[in-house]
């Protein structure tokens, strides 16, 4: 294990302020000890991004994915973790599949790809047709587990690639990694911005800033003439961010290389980098950066 992997011992970087370095009243040893463990792997990550949605299909995943391969791209040390218990398509949009996470003394090793570490409930699947059938505590203690025992290493951004819903692992990673914020991801029509818009009220409940909203599938964008047709319809994304007060990111439309890539286990940003696809997610995701790298550093040994 490098340096940079190993965990930092909790309560002693001198910051007296810090939650974590004291006791809760009635706290017992075991779970102090648990507690500063997850706080000295969340010190060693500089941003922490968790995608939403209140509905399935909508592409969150892509979004994700290409969100941190695009960070990536830029020099960023960052993470990507998948905490879809029930549907884990991380592995498969990364050619993946079939990867093992193993580490000495229990710790886990993300998965290494393209500049990126990735940790995926799939990659404990001894069959990919297996499914997880598990209530809401042991899916809590499983997404403890990725951000405690997982030696993600010093990290600028982690990318947490969630379920749709505003259901247990949406609300156990808000409340264990308290991220910067959420990127909210929907489709045009109706039938998904009603639904999308639970989730923004979600984040404001449990105090999670909501950095944007994506429209994703903003229309079909021919790839021999380029002519953009709203199948899905149009504008749904931009109405919920003006109705309810956020940033709108941009709008992608159903491009067949975004599908082709996915599918083939690439990242579309890395790979298709000059098409005007890659143009308008490079303007959704430039703003996102640039509004985390706004806010301060986190200071070591500081909850966020």
């Known amino acids: 294990m490098s340096s940079s992997d190993a965990p930092k011992t909790c309560g002693t970087c001198g910051n ?3 939650a974590a370095a004291r006791r809760k009243q009635g706290e017992s040893d075991e779970d102090f000890k648990d507690r500063q463990k997850l706080q000295a792997r969340l010190c060693c990550i500089q941003h922490t991004v968790v995608v939403l949605s209140g509905k399935g299909g909508v ?6 994915v290409n969100l941190a391969a695009a960070l990536a791209a830029a020099g960023k040390r960052v993470g990507l973790l998948d ?5 884990p398509s991380i592995p498969t949009m990364l050619g993946l599949e079939g990867r093992m996470v193993a580490g000495p003394d229990g710790e886990m090793r993300p998965v290494e790809i393209d500049g990126i570490k990735v940790v995926s409930i799939g990659f404990f699947l001894e069959n990919q047709d297996n499914a997880v059938i598990w209530r809401g505590p042991m899916k809590t203690t499983v997404i403890k587990q990725f951000l405690q025992d997982v030696a993600w290493g010093e ?6 690639d969630s379920p749709p819903g505003t259901g247990d692992e949406p609300l156990s990673v808000c409340q264990l990694a308290q991220p910067d914020g959420a990127v909210i991801v929907t489709t045009p029509q ?6 999308v818009r639970k989730s923004i009220t979600f984040c404001r409940l449990i105090g999670v800033p909501v950095l944007g909203i994506v429209e994703n599938m903003g229309g079909f964008a ?3 003439c380029g002519e953009v047709t709203p199948i899905l319809g149009s504008g749904g994304g931009q109405a919920i961010a003006r ?3 956020i940033p709108f990111l941009g709008s992608i439309p159903i491009d067949p290389a975004v599908a082709e890539t996915g599918d083939a286990g690439r990242a579309f940003m890395r790979h298709h980098q000059s098409t005007a696809t890659a ?4 303007g959704i995701i430039d703003p996102l950066i640039a509004t985390c790298e706004r806010q301060a550093p986190v200071a070591s040994g500081t909850i966020k």
């Open 243 to 245: 109705d309810m007060g």
């Open 190 to 195: 109706k039938v998904a911005t009603v639904d």
């Open 279 to 282: 143009v308008i997610m490079r």
């Open 155 to 160: 990290l600028d951004y982690l990318i947490i």
């Open 222 to 224: 021919c790839p021999k």
């Open 16 to 18: 007296g302020t810090c």
């Open 83 to 87: 905490i879809d218990i029930h549907g």
């Open 59 to 64: 592409g969150k995943s892509t979004v994700a």
